[in-house]
């Protein structure tokens, strides 16, 4: 098992010592959940954490807006991105697919995704060296995953991928869209058998309300915990709510 100094903290109150001081350095892990779960929240404070720690970090989107992320994060938690930005402690980069705009060969469609996936990792290796970032996001592979309709296609993509991220020497973490009619931990259900750690988000039922939840499923060389952990989005970040806090 890793060493407490080989952990990165994940900047979530009460997480780390759920994962024997928080993710392997190093590694990839995925963040799964179904929409609002609190997804970006988690992906956000992770980088948080580091800017503070003194280990700059890249958030890569694929999905949102940066501006639009930057907003809801200052609104949420008062966090100012773009000061930090300023300070070269984070990056922001936007990656979005170009979808093909008419049918393609199978040889063709393994060529766009080889493409693909190379300009996506060589943009977050100049980014990393530009910063000499420490920590990555990347929010969300499911766009990756709908681009890439071939199964197998998609999964020798993500492993390429996930390979290139640990190549590069960062902690990455990637969060994943679950379908609201589906039981993944992903939108193809590909990526969590190739990442080292998986974070399941939930939202359940209580009384009249919906509380949010989260279980490690798996983290490799970790002895992690096993129960479902209630959680709250509070105006100074994310905090694993104890039971006996309940």
């Given at each position: 098992?890793?060493?407490?100094?080989?952990r990165?903290?994940?900047g979530?109150?009460?997480?780390?010592?759920?994962?024997?001081?928080?993710l392997?350095?190093?590694s990839?892990?995925?963040?799964a959940?179904?929409?609002g779960?609190?997804?970006?929240?988690?992906?956000?404070?992770?980088?948080?954490r580091?800017?503070?720690?003194g280990?700059?970090?890249?958030?890569?989107?694929t999905?949102?807006n940066?501006a639009?992320?930057?907003?809801?994060?200052?609104?949420?938690?008062?966090?100012?991105?773009?000061?930090?930005?300023?300070k070269?402690?984070?990056?922001?980069?936007?990656i979005k697919?170009?979808?093909p705009?008419?049918?393609?060969?199978?040889?063709?469609?393994?060529?766009?995704t080889?493409?693909?996936?190379?300009?996506i990792?060589?943009r977050i290796?100049?980014?990393?060296?530009e910063?000499k970032?420490?920590?990555?996001?990347?929010d969300?592979?499911?766009?990756?995953?709908?681009?890439?309709?071939?199964?197998?296609?998609?999964?020798?993509?993500?492993m390429?991928?996930?390979?290139n991220?640990?190549?590069?020497g960062?902690?990455?973490?990637?969060?994943g869209?679950?379908?609201?009619?589906?039981?993944a931990l992903?939108?193809?259900?590909?990526?969590e058998y190739?990442?080292?750690?998986i974070?399941k988000?939930n939202?359940?039922?209580?009384?009249?309300?919906?509380?949010?939840?989260?279980?490690?499923?798996?983290?490799?060389?970790?002895?992690h915990?096993?129960?479902v952990?209630?959680?709250?989005?509070?105006?100074?970040?994310?905090?694993?709510?104890?039971?006996?806090?309940?």
């Amino acid at each position: 098992m890793a060493k407490e100094s080989d952990r990165v903290s994940t900047g979530i109150a009460g997480l780390d010592a759920k994962m024997q001081g928080g993710l392997v350095r190093g590694s990839a892990n995925l963040v799964a959940g179904k929409t609002g779960t609190g997804k970006t929240a988690l992906c956000v404070s992770f980088l948080y954490r580091g800017a503070l720690d003194g280990e700059p970090g890249v958030y890569v989107t694929t999905e949102q807006n940066e501006a639009d992320v930057k907003r809801d994060i200052n609104v949420m938690f008062g966090w100012d991105l773009e000061a930090l930005e300023k300070k070269r402690l984070l990056k922001f980069i936007s990656i979005k697919p170009v979808l093909p705009m008419k049918r393609i060969s199978e040889d063709q469609l393994a060529q766009t995704t080889k493409i693909y996936v190379f300009d996506i990792s060589d943009r977050i290796r100049q980014a990393v060296k530009e910063l000499k970032a420490k920590r990555v996001v990347v929010d969300s592979v499911s766009v990756i995953e709908m681009f890439i309709k071939d199964e197998y296609i998609s999964k020798v993509a993500l492993m390429q991928f996930i390979e290139n991220m640990k190549a590069i020497g960062v902690t990455s973490l990637l969060s994943g869209s679950v379908p609201e009619t589906s039981d993944a931990l992903s939108g193809r259900g590909v990526v969590e058998y190739i990442v080292d750690s998986i974070i399941k988000l939930n939202l359940i039922p209580v009384t009249e309300e919906f509380k949010r939840t989260l279980l490690i499923r798996k983290m490799r060389r970790t002895d992690h915990s096993t129960l479902v952990h209630p959680f709250e989005i509070t105006k100074d970040g994310l905090k694993v709510i104890e039971v006996k806090d309940i």
